[in-house]
């Protein structure tokens, strides 16, 4: 699977598929909610987004041509000095287990660094097993509440990295 798989910078046309694969997962977890980035206005327009927020970064895992899915890095308002936000960490179902949405955050935590970052801040859901049991193999741990302002009151796990 590695050998056929590019991990890219988000381009315009990548918008529509992305912000499928995000609400699709969202509605096979029961977690497609008000407060989540399934009703965020943003998710429709990642590209756009990422692209007028200094040192943010959203990438896209392509495989044989076709995207499977995205994570990114995001300056997140009002989080604490040297933080940035891992956000919108999606894969299409069967794409999921495989060792690609670790891919992607290697990607994304090394792009961090790049932009001098110390370290990243998560929200995710408990419905969301495979994705914490991830987290907290790369080394994340739960904080007691949600820092920054990222809108998505809905989330109740909260982890940092330090990186």
């Known amino acids: 699977m590695k050998n056929n798989m590019l991990i890219r910078p988000i381009q315009p046309q990548d918008n529509p598929l992305i912000a499928k694969i995000i609400r699709t997962a969202l509605e ?43 994570c990114g890095i995001y300056p ?6 040297g933080y940035a936000e891992l956000v919108k960490i999606y894969l299409k179902s069967e794409y999921r287990g495989k060792g690609i949405g670790k891919q992607l955050m290697d990607k994304s935590i090394a792009y961090a660094k790049e932009q001098g970052y110390t370290h990243l801040y998560l929200e995710s859901f408990p419905s969301l097993k495979e994705a914490i049991v991830l ?15 990222s809108g998505h009151f809905a989330c109740d796990v909260w982890m940092v990295l330090k990186i």
Request: no cysteine.
């Open 28 to 70: 096979e977890y029961n977690e497609a909610k008000p407060g989540t980035v399934y009703t965020d206005p943003t998710t429709d327009e990642l590209y756009e987004t990422f692209s007028r927020a200094p040192k943010s970064g959203y990438f896209i895992a392509e495989l044989e041509g076709k995207s499977i899915g995205g």
């Open 76 to 81: 997140t308002k009002n989080l604490p000095e």
């Open 135 to 149: 987290y907290e193999k790369i080394g994340f741990e739960r904080v007691e509440k949600p820092l920054g302002d």
